[in-house]
């Protein structure tokens, strides 16, 4: 019997010692919102901090509770794997979710106010990386009394943290789980984050990225990045047992109004995301992608890249996973082999495309509960 | 030793009996532009129609002038395979390229005068489908004396149209050739395309379709299509080739202007079309493709449709084409091959993705040479 960890709530760090960023700025101060599931042992050894992808945030799992402490239904992106009994078991972990600089779920964001001129940063947000949010979430860390994470674990964008953490501090984390990644962004994935990007830059409303100042959201150009985004999301496959070429309404209209379900069904996801999410954050987010290669400063040689950490590792990848295929994790797993680091892999047969790392797919998830089942504490 | 087939100039033919379209509209009249090279000879036996994909029009090969009769820049799209002693042999065959009915290129389309206000039709101008195309390129087939075709040919939408060509008019085509094609769009193939369309729907200046009147143009929504279209036409593995993560000026700059090269190669793609072509085209070009399914009649059963096929095919597809991949010819080839009717098929090694249709690719063209070497005049 597997339970979830009920209702939670964020807390809030605030750090003042500067931060310098990848890109040569400085962060004066800055705040990181996280959760965490589970109690910390005495040792401070069985911390797992989970690090999220594009469009995430810091609450991984269980319910927020609305005003009277009654849970509401923000269940966390990653409840179905952490709680009682299930892989990420909070009966023996310390779950950690934060919510990484530039975001825009009460983390230091560009909708934050800029101390230098009291009005919200938009443009002048810096552009952040990989490197950045794990030097922030090292902070968490030392907030936290946490000397070296039992595991640092994610997928997609999160995963590129997980390995970042085991080159940025190779003593710091002991186990760590990069679950449909990629050591670096192909040239189609950086051109589809490039057409997202254009959609928000050319939106009229986005004034440059000072938008709020205006009271308006460049709305029509985060959901044309989103519903693009989401393609890239699912696999061909998927989207064809789930929507075929079924239409939304009998026959077809011969108009530019829905007609396939696919349509309606991207509409909805873009229109959705494009209420809550800022577009200043959407930009940072897909250029933390595109920037993230960590053999780019060792001549393009991976396993040079990765000599240095000293964590074990767990990669994992899904069959239809079409953004980030197991070809790229494969990349990953032979250049530990190759240096003889310790490497698991496993390639998981799921349906659902890059979303699979969300899904509760009973092999996946048992790999993860099986492989932390030996991490020692 | 071939050669191409020089300065070519462009024709008009002008219907004037009511067009009925597949969603319900008439057209009163209509025109037609079209180019022709070699000469048709006296049984009216050698005509091949070549049909235009998503974003191309009449001027399939040789070059237009300038008013001094000078040759320009201005070449045809598919002048690799047409002139004499190419594959498409002008001293053999007559080829007529056909700029299709709400183009932008000549013919009847969205920015011609709607007889009824004398203002350009812009969003009044009907949805057109292939089977309206096959239906007024029967129209010019009439006007050029025409009886039946040697063969219809093309590539991607082209290549559907040839294949509606052998089930409206099975008497009128005695081969077709069908490349790059599918005999439906996937649901996946539909998402790429709403995104597109609502790019150009949400653009400000797209006006509901009627921007002429405004003297504006949806650039921006145009631009953004075909950056995202561009994506699906070229392959993975040749933009890794072409551009891989190269930076276009030295270091990263941390801003959202233009760093990687693939960045600028497809900007510079959809600012080039974005200037030329016409939104509410492109519009019914995409939306020609999503309706494209000739089994929807027969229960899905593509072989029942094709049943009534009185063609010879040829079906090319190319291994690194993702947009309609060899998957989706063989569906066509196996549906032919059950009901017994004559098909050669060939999947060609290209690295050039879905645009591998437009190259001059040995193999490819050395297939296409073959065949229509054989055929019967």
Same mark, same amino acid.
């Given at each position: 019997?597997?339970?979830?960890?009920?209702?939670?709530?964020?807390?809030?760090?605030?750090?003042?010692?500067?931060?310098?960023?990848?890109?040569?700025?400085?962060?004066?101060?800055?705040?990181?919102?996280?959760?965490?599931?589970?109690?910390?042992?005495?040792?401070?050894?069985?911390?797992?901090?989970?690090?999220?992808?594009?469009?995430?945030?810091?609450?991984?799992?269980?319910?927020?509770?609305?005003?009277?402490?009654?849970?509401?239904?923000?269940?966390?992106?990653?409840?179905?794997?952490?709680?009682?009994?299930? /892989?990420?078991?909070?009966?023996?972990?310390?779950?950690?979710?934060?919510?990484?600089?530039? &975001?825009?779920?009460?983390?230091? &964001?560009?909708?934050?106010?800029?101390?230098?001129?009291?009005?919200?940063?938009?443009?002048?947000?810096?552009?952040?990386?990989?490197?950045?949010?794990?030097?922030?979430?090292?902070?968490?860390?030392?907030?936290?009394?946490?000397?070296?994470?039992?595991?640092?674990?994610?997928?997609?964008? &999160?995963?590129?943290?997980?390995?970042?953490?085991?080159?940025?501090?190779?003593?710091?984390?002991?186990?760590?789980?990069?679950?449909?990644?990629?050591?670096?962004?192909?040239?189609?994935?950086?051109?589809?984050?490039?057409?997202?990007?254009?959609?928000?830059?050319?939106?009229?409303?986005?004034?440059?990225?000072?938008?709020?100042?205006?009271?308006?959201?460049?709305?029509? &150009?985060?959901?044309?990045?989103?519903?693009?985004?989401?393609?890239?999301?699912?696999?061909?496959?998927?989207?064809?047992?789930?929507?075929?070429?079924?239409?939304?309404?009998?026959?077809?209209?011969?108009?530019?109004?829905?007609?396939?379900?696919?349509?309606?069904?991207?509409?909805?996801?873009?229109?959705?995301?494009?209420?809550? @999410?800022?577009?200043?954050?959407?930009?940072?987010?897909?250029?933390?992608?595109?920037? @993230?290669? /960590?053999?780019?400063?060792?001549?393009?040689?991976?396993?040079?890249?990765?000599?240095?950490?000293?964590?074990?590792?767990?990669?994992?990848? @899904?069959?239809?996973?079409?953004?980030?295929?197991?070809?790229?994790?494969?990349?990953?797993?032979?250049?530990?082999?190759?240096?003889?680091?310790?490497?698991?892999?496993?390639?998981?047969?799921?349906?659902?495309?890059?979303?699979?790392?969300?899904?509760?797919?009973?092999?996946?998830?048992?790999?993860?509960?099986?492989?932390?089942?030996?991490?020692?504490?």
């Amino acid at each position: 019997m597997s339970s979830g960890v009920g209702i939670v709530s964020a807390q809030c760090a605030h750090f003042t010692q500067p931060l310098e960023l990848k890109g040569g700025s400085v962060l004066p101060a800055f705040d990181l919102v996280y959760e965490t599931y589970g109690m910390l042992n005495a040792a401070k050894s069985n911390a797992i901090l989970v690090c999220h992808a594009l469009s995430g945030h810091h609450h991984v799992a269980g319910r927020t509770a609305d005003e009277f402490g009654k849970p509401t239904a923000n269940v966390g992106w990653w409840d179905n794997i952490v709680g009682s009994g299930r /892989p990420l078991d909070t009966d023996r972990f310390y779950i950690v979710g934060v919510n990484n600089l530039g &975001g825009c779920h009460g983390s230091t &964001g560009p909708a934050s106010p800029n101390p230098a001129t009291g009005k919200p940063w938009g443009a002048d947000f810096p552009v952040v990386t990989v490197e950045d949010w794990v030097a922030s979430q090292a902070r968490l860390a030392d907030h936290l009394g946490i000397d070296a994470w039992a595991a640092v674990m994610g997928g997609s964008l &999160g995963g590129m943290q997980a390995l970042q953490w085991t080159l940025s501090f190779p003593e710091r984390v002991r186990h760590s789980l990069v679950i449909a990644a990629a050591p670096k962004l192909s040239a189609e994935n950086i051109a589809f984050n490039d057409v997202a990007r254009q959609a928000i830059l050319s939106d009229p409303e986005f004034h440059g990225g000072h938008f709020y100042e205006h009271g308006v959201r460049p709305v029509s &150009g985060l959901r044309l990045a989103r519903m693009l985004g989401h393609i890239t999301y699912l696999s061909d496959d998927q989207m064809a047992e789930k929507f075929g070429r079924r239409l939304r309404v009998g026959a077809g209209s011969y108009s530019f109004d829905v007609e396939f379900e696919i349509e309606s069904y991207l509409r909805y996801q873009g229109d959705k995301f494009a209420g809550v @999410f800022d577009a200043n954050t959407y930009l940072r987010m897909t250029k933390a992608l595109d920037y @993230f290669d /960590p053999a780019q400063d060792y001549e393009d040689d991976l396993a040079r890249a990765l000599a240095r950490a000293k964590s074990e590792f767990l990669v994992i990848a @899904f069959s239809t996973d079409w953004r980030f295929s197991p070809d790229r994790s494969r990349e990953i797993v032979h250049a530990l082999v190759h240096n003889g680091q310790a490497v698991a892999y496993a390639e998981i047969n799921s349906a659902h495309g890059h979303d699979s790392f969300l899904m509760n797919e009973p092999h996946y998830h048992a790999v993860v509960d099986a492989y932390l089942k030996r991490v020692k504490l």
